[in-house]
């Protein structure tokens, strides 16, 4: 039987260290001692209806459950190093939330953390509001369906991402980026994907400045481009886009099929360009 702790409150370093196979209800992490990694390398625990306001709570944790709970702004890089969690109906408001971290399943949560998901692995994020900067940098394997998302800098250096049915509100993302898929999202934000391989978007309204230059296999499906000027200067791209496009410049190779566009900029480039835009009649 698991052990059950309810309604008590904790706020002095390491309070429940190494807590293995127990049930944490009701429970506050706060307090003058002001105490740091309170449930440090926790195995089979669950958390529900439980307030934080310490840092470093929940690191090196493996299988943990984390229901309608709070972290606040003082619950700095909360979880680290931890494996197997899920994260439902929550609250992740501190910085530097999650890192390092493997297999963490996030849904219907508000995420309002600077420098979230770095360095992860196996990352899923569904039906939640995710404000940060540096989104993801450097991190694998990561899906995210439903979500409002507002930041900059976001995506960064990233391997295997899948996102689907998503609003982004966020600048210079993609960057460096492989082997991405978008689908049925709003993608709002300068400097979309340079020096990304592989970036596949698939009914998407894009939306901002220079987009989609320095890519490699670029692949566009029936999207649509607003505002989209200077776009796919030296990518290889293949592209079928609905509208206009307010000017193409320099695409090194592959076709680019719209049905409008403002200007088409060739020539004083810096490498070979064969890339072709095609103007549907």
Same mark, same amino acid.
């Given at each position: ?6 309604? *008590? *409150? ?12 127990? *049930? ?35 690191? &090196? ?5 984390? &229901?309608?709970?709070?972290? %606040? ?102 960057? &460096? ?49 607003? %505002? ?15 509208? &206009? ?13 719209? %049905? ?22």
């Amino acid at each position: 039987m698991k052990k059950r702790i309810e309604g *008590q *409150q904790f706020d002095e370093e390491r309070s429940l260290y190494n807590l293995t196979n127990a *049930q944490v209800v009701d429970c506050v992490f706060a307090g003058p001692a002001d105490g740091e990694s309170v449930l440090k390398e926790a195995r089979e625990v669950s958390l529900e209806n439980c307030r934080f306001s310490l840092r470093y709570p929940l690191w &090196h944790v493996k299988g943990f459950r984390l &229901h309608d709970s709070q972290m %606040d702004d003082k619950t700095r890089a909360a979880i680290w190093y931890a494996e197997n969690g899920k994260i439902t109906d929550s609250d992740l408001l501190g910085i530097k939330a999650v890192r390092e971290c493997r297999d963490i399943d996030l849904r219907n949560c508000t995420i309002e953390s600077q420098e979230f998901g770095w360095k992860s692995n196996g990352i899923t994020v569904t039906d939640s509001r995710l404000t940060a900067e540096y989104l993801f940098l450097d991190s694998k394997n990561v899906k995210l369906e439903n979500v409002e998302m507002k930041g900059k800098y976001s995506f960064q250096y990233m391997e295997n991402l899948e996102i689907r049915n998503c609003d982004l509100d966020t600048k210079d993302a993609f960057w &460096h980026s492989k082997n991405v898929t978008v689908v049925d999202s709003v993608v709002k934000g300068e400097y979309l994907g340079w020096f990304s391989e592989g970036l596949t978007l698939v009914n998407c309204r894009i939306i901002g400045t220079q987009p989609l230059c320095y890519c490699k296999k670029l692949r566009l499906v029936n999207c649509t481009m607003e %505002d989209c000027d200077l776009s796919f200067e030296y990518s290889d791209v293949y592209a079928t886009i609905e509208g &206009h496009v307010d000017s193409i410049k320099n695409p090194r190779s592959g076709e680019i099929t719209v %049905d409008s566009v403002g200007e088409i900029i060739l020539g004083d480039a810096v490498m070979e360009c064969s890339g072709k835009v095609i103007i549907r009649e």
